[in-house]
């Protein structure tokens, strides 16, 4: 006995808006990597049959912030660069999340140098940290569960819209 027959013996699904949404979200996730340096290549590795990234709904990288809703950020950030990944973090949509890939993207790594920010929770918000130098795919892949553990555990009415004014829109 399958679902179709089931439902239709018994004619409904109860359940919440609030777990709906969230199924939703956790299983439509839209990465946008911020490829910055070596953790890259790895990233881009995940996407390949092999890790095959499609099995969590992530297969779909955007490359605009506006339509991706995870930012992975993979290598060494300067303090030059950390204004730019900021702004382009600025302009994802709520809600958003961030992973931090790899050792140099979450402490600075091996450089200790005066230009390299020692991990980008000094300007971003970070959900999840990945370990590695780079990381492996399943690494990356762990994280990603760890994101949609997070959305499933939130509710829709988390993330109210925001007055047009507050975004930045005039009203006409």
């Given at each position: 006995?399958?679902?179709?027959?089931?439902?239709t013996?018994d004619?409904f699904i109860?359940?919440?808006?609030?777990?709906?949404?969230?199924?939703?979200?956790?299983n439509?996730?839209?990465?946008m990597?911020?490829g910055?340096s070596?953790?890259?290549i790895e990233?881009?590795?995940?996407a390949d049959?092999?890790?095959?990234?499609a099995?969590f709904?992530s297969e779909?990288?955007?490359?605009?912030?506006?339509?991706?809703?995870?930012?992975?950020v993979?290598?060494?950030?300067?303090?030059?660069?950390?204004k730019v990944?900021?702004?382009i973090y600025?302009q994802?949509?709520?809600?958003?999340?961030?992973i931090a890939m790899?050792?140099?993207?979450s402490?600075?790594?091996?450089?200790?140098?005066?230009s390299v920010?020692?991990?980008?929770?000094?300007f971003?918000p970070v959900?999840?940290?990945?370990a590695?130098?780079?990381?492996?795919?399943?690494?990356l892949?762990n994280?990603?569960?760890?994101?949609?553990?997070i959305i499933?555990?939130?509710?829709?009415?988390?993330?109210?819209?925001?007055?047009?004014?507050e975004?930045?829109f005039?009203k006409q």
């Open positions: 006995m399958g679902l179709e027959a089931k439902l013996s004619g109860t359940t919440t808006i609030d777990a709906v949404i969230a199924w939703a979200r956790k439509s996730v839209w990465p990597p911020m910055i070596c953790c890259a990233m881009m590795a995940v049959p092999k890790y095959d990234l099995r709904g779909v990288m955007r490359f605009s912030p506006r339509q991706s809703d995870l930012m992975i993979a290598g060494t950030v300067t303090y030059k660069m950390s990944v900021r702004k600025d994802m949509p709520d809600p958003k999340w961030v790899g050792a140099c993207t402490t600075g790594g091996m450089y200790r140098t005066y920010v020692q991990g980008i929770d000094q971003l959900d999840v940290y990945t590695g130098c780079p990381p492996r795919p399943e690494n892949i994280a990603l569960m760890e994101i949609q553990d499933s555990k939130t509710r829709g009415r988390d993330f109210q819209d925001k007055p047009l004014l975004m930045g005039s």
